[in-house]
């Protein structure tokens, strides 16, 4: 309600990193009002620099998609901008997919990394678990090998418990059906390496949850099995799967 409330002037001055996570907690009009203060922010930028910003702020792709004229150049990048391919990683909108697409055929290449990180634009994809972009970056060719770690590296050694959903099971099949190298090494250690690790490390808590069940089930306050999956896994349906 307080930045509802901030005239368009002082938007200026506003730091916006999170602006996609306040808009989501206003509802109507308070939310158009905050995306259209932050659209005049904007306008004010080069044209380049206020696609990309407008992209990672979660603002509607129709709104920030103005910016990519005939001088906008999806490749350019500095210290401090990165490639436009780096700033989809964060959207999994049908229309930034769908205008992904077109980028590439206007020369936009997949194969490019932040300036101040290593890994690619698909492993952005995989630390955010974007699989929906990754999929279309693979699709359009992007390379399931290249920067460091690896794609695959960063799948399997991010969010292990996730790995219950199934979600990243058919993220990893894909990125192997791409020609990811599951034997590829960064920092002494394989993406195979990361994963047995993750489920080594379940196990160890699995047997110590269920070592405590039993227990409690000698004592005669056995939880019932939907109880003992949201213990552990947080969500059933995610423990069934």
């Known amino acids: 309600a307080q930045l509802a409330g901030m005239s ?32 005049h922010v904007l306008s004010a930028l080069p044209i380049n620099v206020a696609f990309r910003i407008g992209l990672e ?5 129709d709104s920030v998609r103005p910016f990519t004229g005939a001088t906008f150049d999806p490749n350019l990048e500095s210290e401090y901008m990165d490639p436009v391919a780096v700033a989809f990683a964060s959207r999994s909108d049908v229309p930034c997919q769908s205008f992904v697409r077109e980028l590439v055929q206007r020369g936009m290449r997949l194969n490019v990394s932040s300036p101040l990180r290593t890994h690619s634009a698909l492993g952005d994809c995989m630390q955010q678990r974007n699989f929906g972009m990754a999929r279309v970056y693979l699709e359009l060719g992007a390379d399931p090998n290249f920067g460091h770690p690896s794609p695959l590296e960063l799948l399997c050694k991010n969010n292990a418990y996730d790995l219950t959903t199934g979600a990243d099971a058919k993220m990893l099949e894909s990125l192997l059906k791409a020609g990811a190298d599951p034997f590829a090494s960064f920092d002494g250690k394989t993406a195979m390496d990361s994963l047995t690790s993750s489920l080594a490390d379940i196990d160890a808590e699995l047997y110590d949850l269920y070592q405590g069940r039993f227990d409690e ?25």
């Open 57 to 61: 702020w979660g603002l509607p792709f």
């Open 217 to 241: 089930a000698v004592d005669g306050n056995l939880p019932s099995e939907a109880q003992f999956e949201i213990d552990y896994f947080g969500d059933s349906n995610a423990a069934k799967a």
């Open 8 to 39: 368009t002037e002082a938007f200026e001055d506003f730091y916006f990193d999170g602006i996609n996570m306040i808009t989501q907690s206003l509802g109507e009009p308070a939310r158009q009002k905050v995306q259209n203060a932050a659209l």
